[in-house]
């Protein structure tokens, strides 16, 4: 068993921002009420010809470049997004194409906020069993296309943004262990209801406005913050190591509270949790991918420290890993 590490990182944020001023004047929604509930104070939104595929392109050109490797290295694309494309290709697939890496296959997975957590367990799993030696883990999303502008309760929550890294075989930056789960019978509470087969785009659709993002806020905050504590124990004691070794969590950033929640859980001092929701909001799967590259960025990983990536999303989904930096 070959024992897998991550090469490189990177991430792409659009250079617009959505500020709490701004929503301001689209809903009945304030500053103040924004910050005390979510923590967000910004988030970013691409534009209208941009789409998740091309969000993921410069991500991932950025971490194939940090890996120090070229795109026809890569022998295999994992993309995770809620907001593909299209309903297929895979997103993965156009990825693929446009940046030129010939030699890879590729495919998307759908496990919400999870979603880069749960390709990257994919990836070392290839990895560990010798199948393939450089995998590109995208998450990408454009929730700002999926996003009810009239529904202030989830508005003012989302964004969009692309990380990714290439998982391959390392010692260094080598993930230790991991944990994935999911409770299918909390899938209604947070989804897209139309567009699938289940109900297809009709105009009935269209009116009710079931191709936009809903969400049970309040069920969802109680289980997230039970699901993701029981995820980073779970991957911690995986690992053999003690939560006193790890020297920072990253969380999905979903909402300040459920972080504050989740460190109060774990007994962590707010120094050891990861936040930057306050200025990109939550971009699904590409959150925890985001918050990975900017931690290593802002030196808040140094070689030798071990590290917690911890998810929860839609499905219901819920995963961790284990990274030894």
């Not at 009945?28 to 910050?35: E, G, L, N, R």
């Not at 367990?121 to 009810?148: H, P, R």
């Amino acid at each position: 068993m070959q024992e897998a590490g991550i090469l490189g990182l990177g991430c792409y944020l659009p250079p617009k921002k959505i500020t709490n001023s701004d929503l301001e004047k689209m809903v009945d929604t304030s500053d103040q009420w924004i910050v005390s509930r979510t923590g967000i104070k910004e988030r970013r939104m691409a534009e209208a010809d941009v789409a998740s595929s091309d969000l993921g392109v410069e991500a991932s050109k950025i971490a194939i470049k940090d890996a120090g490797l070229k795109p026809e290295n890569i022998d295999l694309i994992i993309t995770a997004t809620i907001t593909p494309d299209k309903a297929f290709p895979a997103t993965a697939c156009i990825i693929q194409d446009k940046i030129g890496a010939k030699n890879a296959a590729a495919f998307d997975i759908n496990a919400a906020c999870s979603g880069f957590v749960f390709g990257m367990i994919i990836a070392q799993q290839f990895v560990n069993t010798g199948m393939y030696n450089c995998i590109l883990v995208v998450g990408t999303e454009k929730l700002t296309s999926i996003v009810d502008w009239q529904d202030r309760s989830t508005c003012v929550l989302f964004g969009d943004g692309a990380g990714a890294c290439v998982v391959g075989k390392s010692k260094d930056k080598k993930i230790l262990s991991s944990f994935m789960g999911a409770d299918g019978s909390g899938g209604h509470l947070l989804s897209v209801p139309a567009g699938g087969s289940r109900l297809p785009a009709t105009d009935d659709t269209v009116k009710k406005r079931l191709h936009f993002l809903k969400m049970e806020g309040n069920e969802v905050f109680k289980i997230a913050v039970r699901i993701m504590v029981d995820a980073a124990n779970q991957a911690i004691k995986k690992s053999g190591l003690e939560l006193n070794d790890i020297k920072l969590f990253i969380p999905h950033q979903a909402n300040i509270r459920i972080l504050l929640a989740v460190a109060k859980r774990l007994g962590l001092p707010k120094e050891k949790i990861f936040m930057n929701i306050e200025r990109y909001g939550n971009i699904s799967a590409a959150s925890t991918a985001i918050a990975l590259v900017e931690a290593s960025q802002e030196k808040r990983i140094k070689k030798g420290d071990n590290v917690v990536l911890v998810a929860f999303g839609g499905g219901l989904t819920y995963g961790a890993a284990v990274i030894r930096w």
